[in-house]
């Protein structure tokens, strides 16, 4: 089979039935923006509290990054815990390390509560040491995680490395066991269903255009302009990520989109994907620039990488599957002769901090920053904006910090932008997740100081 444009994930789960047309509401108690992992998980807590919620999705449910990603179920941050203690002090970052796990335990009790058929599996993450001194900052971030958040990692020393994975390019490892892996086109689809069942009103192909403040009968309401009518809403939720338009200007101000891409191979021999990937691990590198894989539960080899930042389009999503397959052949010489069947691309929502943010703006609740880990965080975000409206959660830590705007650029004519201005990506976003004492809570997007060269010719990562 040649490779396709097109999107694994989608290959394994059923068309969804088509819909019958049918008129918006015209009111709801929660409008939600967006039909990810964050609108639907808040769709779902909220309707099984009784709370009438309207998802408005513009394309389909979990066409956005959510149907796009690796499926890693990850814990922690992007940010060193060095940095993230030194920015806004232990107690704060004792709670966001915390969510971080919470937020994997979420994922598997919606899976096991909704019967979600994904895949979901509690296999662990592997991080490996493209350099020497990166597998020595290993210990010391383990030994520090351990004793600030009391979550234990392994250490796995060069000469142990072949029982983990069957690459000879690495200095050696650290294994979270408490990470997972998913089908993440399933577990949106189900997530999808069990927020319909619980009660929460689903509209896909529904554009939102504007939202606007106004009084009824002297209590504040929102009026939601759509491509298919207008609603009210009592409350509105900002679960749009990376795909943040217009009609919500000042989050779409925070905002910065980068692109991600990923390439699936042909299904491997039994034999050889064991020798791969000897635990079903999700792997990713220690490079800023980094690289993340994984085997698929029918034995396909899964590689993503950053291998270019602006969203995707055709070209951009071709041009990456060679970048990708270079890379992957790199980590894995027994695959240069292995056919490359699927790639696609998508973009993740990154701050200019490089941390999530939650809370409210413009009077409208909202969570974004997911940065990679969106698969635990969104769904552990959703159903916490939830509680934050039904008055069962007070606050959460990351409502708590302040949210910086991206620099001017970032966000609109980005390609012209990175083209004429592509050093200040790397300053605002690269220099915020250096690796201080170890590169150990680096999800899959950190971005290269060669971002560049890169983008300029299409050369392989280092």
Not at 390 to 400: K, L, M, R, V, Y
């Amino acid at each position: 089979m040649p490779v396709q444009a097109k999107n694994y994930w989608l290959e394994t789960v059923n068309p969804p039935p088509v819909r019958v047309a049918r008129e918006l509401p015209e009111n709801a108690d929660v409008a939600i923006v967006g039909g990810g992992f964050c609108g639907l998980s808040a769709a779902r807590a909220l309707a099984k509290r009784g709370v009438r919620a309207a998802v408005l999705e513009a394309e389909t449910f979990g066409w956005g990054a959510s149907c796009r990603n690796g499926g890693m179920v990850l814990t922690g941050m992007k940010l060193p815990v060095p940095k993230l203690i030194k920015r806004y002090g232990r107690p704060i970052v004792r709670k966001m390390y915390a969510a971080s796990i919470e937020a994997i335990d979420l994922v598997e009790q919606i899976v096991h509560e909704e019967k979600i058929e994904c895949d979901f599996s509690r296999c662990g993450h592997l991080e490996v040491a493209c350099k020497p001194s990166h597998f020595n900052g290993f210990e010391e971030s383990a030994a520090l995680i351990e004793r600030e958040f009391h979550h234990p990692l392994r250490i796995v020393p060069q000469g142990d490395l072949d029982s983990e994975i069957g690459s000879p390019i690495y200095f050696g490892g650290m294994v979270d066991e408490t990470s997972a892996g998913i089908n993440p086109a399933r577990y949106v689809a189900g997530l999808a269903h069990a927020a319909e069942r619980a009660g929460a009103c689903l509209d896909d192909h529904t554009r939102v255009e504007k939202i606007t403040a106004e009084s009824q009968k002297g209590a504040r309401k929102f009026r939601v302009r759509t491509s298919r009518g207008s609603l009210t809403a009592r409350e509105v939720i900002l679960a749009s990520g990376a795909y943040t338009t217009e009609a919500t200007p000042a989050l779409r101000g925070k905002i910065i989109p980068i692109g991600s891409y990923i390439i699936a191979t042909e299904v491997l021999p039994r034999d050889l994907a064991h020798k791969l990937s000897p635990r079903n691990r999700m792997i990713y590198d220690s490079k800023h620039f980094l690289y993340y894989y994984r085997l698929t539960p029918d034995n396909r080899l899964l590689f993503g990488g950053r291998a270019a930042f602006f969203p995707a389009t055709e070209s951009t999503v071709r041009q990456s599957a060679d970048i990708l397959r270079r890379g992957m052949i790199t980590v894995y010489p027994q695959l240069r002769h292995t056919k490359v069947e699927y790639v696609w691309g998508g973009t993740l929502d990154f701050t200019v901090d490089v941390i999530p943010h939650a809370g409210k703006m413009d009077e409208m609740y909202f969570a974004a920053g997911f940065a990679g880990h969106g698969v635990a965080a969104a769904t552990w975000f959703g159903t916490q904006l939830a509680g934050m409206i039904t008055g069962n959660i007070d606050s959460i830590p990351f409502a708590e910090i302040s949210f910086p705007a991206a620099p001017i650029g970032l966000r609109s004519g980005f390609r012209a932008f990175l083209a004429g201005c592509n050093l200040r990506i790397t300053k605002y976003i690269g220099s915020a997740s250096s690796t201080g004492s170890g590169p150990h809570l680096r999800a899959k997007g950190s971005l290269p100081t060669k971002a560049t060269t890169l983008i300029a010719s299409g050369a392989p990562t280092t």
